[in-house]
């Protein structure tokens, strides 16, 4: 069964340090999703991308992030200046349609840690 | 942004069927119903959807109230490994924020050996 794909597992990062965090989506999927996780809270919606565009984002992503599809096949997110509460696993997540009417795939999820 | 009611926790045997509730008491014409889980902490995992119909796929059965104001997510027979939180979403066609889902506090589901 396909699957989405992300990079790494586990990153530890020092407070103000720029990471990127990077995915791998299912290879007929147009549409893409990074969703974080605080330990022990909800999952949260961070931005969605189309067509090379960001089609949506929530309050979150602020001006510290960015995200891109630099390929065929990565799609990244990046955060410019790492805080404390940037501290969390970040799933990414792709689909077939623009509306979810059949669903995501999510990855396995990143957790950063800010030190 | 919370449009979905669900018990925090529930328990189940393991090998008997899990019915978890959901009320959507808000739900409007063109929403669809979503269940997703998530184990530890994995990826949230896509389990089932519809609309009004009752759907039934490998994982599990989806019931829908004929109203549409609730629904119910039966694991026919749950063993240890769907020991998991389960989320019920509502998301609709041509909605603001369409493209992305809304992740609930959802229930813990603990199947019990």
């Known amino acids: 069964e396909p699957e989405v794909t992300q990079t790494p597992s586990h990153q530890v990062t020092q407070m103000g340090q720029e990471v990127i965090l990077r995915c791998v989506p299912i290879?007929?999927?147009?549409?893409f999703y990074w969703y974080r996780q605080i330990l022990g809270q909800k999952v949260e919606f961070l931005v969605s991308f189309y067509n090379n565009e960001i089609s949506e984002k929530s309050e979150i992503f602020d001006d510290q992030f960015s995200v891109e599809r630099p390929d065929g096949s990565n799609f990244t997110l990046k955060i410019r200046s790492t805080k404390l509460e940037d501290s969390a696993m970040y799933f990414c997540?792709?689909?077939?349609?623009?509306?979810?009417?059949?669903?995501?795939?999510f990855g396995s999820g990143t957790r950063l840690t800010v030190v | 942004d919370a449009k979905t009611t669900q018990p925090p926790s529930m328990d189940c045997a393991e090998g008997r069927a899990a019915n978890l509730p959901c009320n959507h008491s808000t739900i409007s014409g063109n929403e669809y119903v979503y269940w997703y889980r998530q184990i530890h902490s994995q990826g949230p995992q896509y389990i089932i959807h519809g609309l009004k119909n009752n759907e039934t796929n490998e994982m599990a059965s989806l019931i829908i109230t004929e109203d549409r104001k609730s629904s119910t997510l039966i694991l026919p027979h749950a063993t240890l490994r769907d020991t998991a939180v389960y989320y019920c979403i509502v998301r609709g066609l041509g909605q603001t924020g369409a493209n992305n889902l809304f992740f609930g506090t959802g229930t813990r589901l603990t199947v019990i050996p």
């Open positions: 290879s007929n999927h147009l549409y």
């Open positions: 997540a792709s689909s077939v349609s623009r509306v979810p009417i059949y669903g995501y795939t």
